[in-house]
């Protein structure tokens, strides 16, 4: 059974004491509403890294992941932060090709792919994402998008690492905008993904590999979406920053 998951994504928000104020709040809310296996994660800024970590330690539903590093393992690069620093704090996903570091930071698939396997060398899971831009869905190109972006950011990968990856679908016209996408347009892509997977790395591999939607997620429209059969959970932008709609979110799996 493949793992369902929410993970939060704070992106370039909190500061240090009001991240440790929000994680705290999860984690209660975690340990006293949500039943079942789920995993959630909260990808925070670096500098919150090792203080959340230490606080998940005391429930194993709640993990911490960073937001990107660096492709080098170390090094003279001022300002970066490498995955086995990241690994060294305790935490334990990365996300990887958020669209955001793609569009501002130009990252292409070429390094992205150094990311993932820098990361996974490290003992990280890397949340890979990929998703189509507006002009691409409206072009009807979204099917080659994604399917170049799995080619060049991880399908290079042997089939033992490829197993240890998330992937996160979100169309880049649905993130922070409010418009999210159906769940029926987001099923067909995630069942496209879980298609392509299965002709590289074989459908039991395919079934195995958690799938999360990502792109104006919320409290309401979760468990519509969490619903669809290719849909493993989420990727949380603006949502994860209260704690309240956060675990709301977790919660649309029961
Ligand atoms: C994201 O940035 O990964 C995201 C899904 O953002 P939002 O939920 O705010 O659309």
């Known amino acids: 059974m493949r793992k369902k998951i929410v993970a939060g994504n704070w992106k370039m928000n909190m500061d240090y004491p ?4 929000v994680f705290s709040e999860i984690i209660n809310m975690v340990k006293d509403e949500v039943t079942g296996s789920q995993q959630a994660i909260v990808c925070s800024p670096y500098i919150h890294l090792s203080s959340l970590a230490q606080l998940a330690k005391s429930n194993s539903q709640v993990s911490v ?7 080098a393992e170390s090094g003279a690069y001022t300002g970066e932060i490498s995955a086995s620093q990241i690994k ?3 935490a334990e996903y ?5 669209s955001e570091r793609r569009q501002y930071f130009g990252e292409s698939d070429a390094l992205l792919s150094e990311k993932t396997v820098i990361t996974l060398k490290n003992g990280l899971t ?7 831009t507006l002009e691409q869905r409206e072009g009807n190109t979204y099917f080659d998008v994604i399917k170049e972006q799995l080619t060049g950011g991880v399908f290079n990968l ?8 998330v992937l996160a679908y979100e169309p ?3 993130i922070g905008t409010g418009l999210t996408a159906s769940p029926e347009q987001a ?3 995630h069942a496209f993904i879980r298609k392509e997977i299965a002709v590289k790395y074989g459908q039991e591999t395919a079934d195995e590999t958690s799938i999360l939607y990502g792109g104006s997620c919320n409290p309401k429209n979760a468990a519509e979406l969490f619903s669809q059969t290719d849909i493993d959970g989420g990727l949380i932008g603006g949502a994860s920053l209260k704690s309240r709609d956060f675990v709301d979110i977790i919660k649309a799996f029961n």
Do not use: M, R, T, Y
């Open 18 to 21: 009001s991240g440790l104020s």
């Open 65 to 71: 992941g960073a937001q990107n590093c660096h492709q």
């Open 88 to 90: 060294s704090v305790g």
């Open 94 to 98: 990365v996300i990887i090709g958020h």
């Open 126 to 132: 890397p949340i890979f994402c990929i998703g189509e």
């Open 158 to 165: 042997s089939a033992d690492d490829f197993a240890k990856i």
């Open 172 to 174: 880049v016209w649905a």
């Open 187 to 189: 099923q067909e892509i």
